[in-house]
């Protein structure tokens, strides 16, 4: 039985192009419009483009890659597509969101699941959802010769968060101490280099030792040297003083070190601002 795709971007450039079987049993493709449908097509070399959803109806699974900007429009065209989808399993592939943004589909009697792969780590996918959908989600990663880890549905934003610390929420942080060094040091290229040894060195350190890799004077709690860098900081630049401070402030919370010095920061921080009016 054949698969169908619903897609949108740059579906060629998803994981499910390494698919081996993709050209012999992709069957309908569809997309917002059928020119994109057919530029898909061409692009996966697989499928044939439809400009009626109904054609989805013979096929038992559903992939559907589209950017996550419009996910959700995606979604309710496919939930009001002349289909039974009772018995079906819809996949989410390649997105940031998890099985709950397939739910106006679920509604209809659709199992959904998501299949994500896993940054950095070509072989190993992220699956969720419902028991059926993730079984086939689980039958595409070993046809990928992947491994799958399955994650509890309500444990999917966790893990999201997770994935933000270390993604769109990593790059501000890595942005400040570029700045910060650039400032001192008067080159950006050479404050490129150092930031990239220095996170390369605290993330082997990490690996090999976890928290006992936590040094230096945060975490020794020399308090000197500590507010000694927030008052630079704050002269050169308030917002990157900010992030220090709370950063400062976590990672004391974090490892239940030194509670007189996480006073001094918070304490230091409800400093009034403006004309106090």
Known sequence: ?????????AVAKSFLSRVPWLPARLGPVGAPSFRLASRIVN?????????????????????????????????????EAPVRWTGKSVLLCDSGEDSHALEPIRRHGAAVAS???????????????????????????????????????DKMALYLAGHSFGSE?????????????????????????????????WLRAYLHAGRKSWTG???WGDEDSVLREVEALRKADPERERLY???????????????????????????????GK
């Open 1 to 9: 039985m054949p698969l169908a795709l619903f897609g949108a971007g």
């Open 43 to 79: 692009s996966m070399r697989a499928g044939h483009a439809v400009k009626e959803l109904a054609e989805f109806q013979i096929c038992r699974v559903v992939l559907v890659c589209v950017p996550d900007k419009t996910l959700a429009k995606a979604v309710s065209q496919l939930a």
């Open 115 to 153: 299949l994500n792969p896993l940054e950095g780590l070509r072989s190993q996918f992220i699956v969720e959802g419902d028991r059926t959908a993730v079984r086939e989600a689980k039958h595409l990663v070993r046809d990928l010769s992947g491994q799958a880890i399955e994650l509890s549905s």
């Open 169 to 201: 929420l990593f790059i501000p942080l890595v942005a400040a101490c570029v700045d910060s060094i650039a400032a001192a040091c008067g080159s950006t290229p050479r404050a490129v280099r150092i930031a990239e040894g220095l996170y390369q060195r």
């Open 217 to 219: 004077p945060l975490a």
């Open 245 to 275: 401070r709370e950063l400062a402030v976590f990672a004391l919370s974090w490892s239940g070190r030194h509670p007189e010095l996480l006073r001094k920061l918070l304490g230091d921080g409800s400093r009034p601002t403006g004309d």
